[in-house]
């Protein structure tokens, strides 16, 4: 049986600024360091057929952004009702509302607060997302 090494091409891709340093491994790695944050991840896949390989990660990123891109859509809809009632954007209302601030109290306070963290870290993973990139060698 043929080595990892000499299977067949090496996909080098999948780069996001998401700090991490170069990992090298036969199968797949990724290393995500806080500590190296603004630095590239890189993850190499090693198959018989990379243009393929390339192609089926791709498209897989592909559908996850536009679930991400609806994900988005939806909790900006739900924060507008929020916002409306309030006339408050979100931003502000996380920084410097409390529960007592709000009319429906607790439940209100932790349901927008929770749509609005949503909110932000889907944010965060559609431009994460959208920032990979594909090499093959």
Known sequence: MPS???????????????????????????DNDSEHSGSLTEVILRAADAPRVIAVISDAVKKEIA??????????????????????PSSEFAERFTA?????????????????QLFQHLLQDLTLLKSFTYVAE
């Open 100 to 116: 007592e601030d709000l009319q429906g109290g607790d439940l209100e306070y932790v349901e927008w607060m929770g749509e609005y």
């Open 4 to 30: 990892a090494d000499t299977e067949g091409e090496a996909i080098q891709g999948l780069h996001a600024p998401m700090g991490a340093q170069n990992v090298s491994a036969p199968a797949a790695a990724l």
């Open 67 to 88: 679930r991400v891109e609806l994900c988005v859509l939806y909790a900006r809809r739900r924060l507008e009702h929020f916002e409306a009632s309030y006339n408050v």
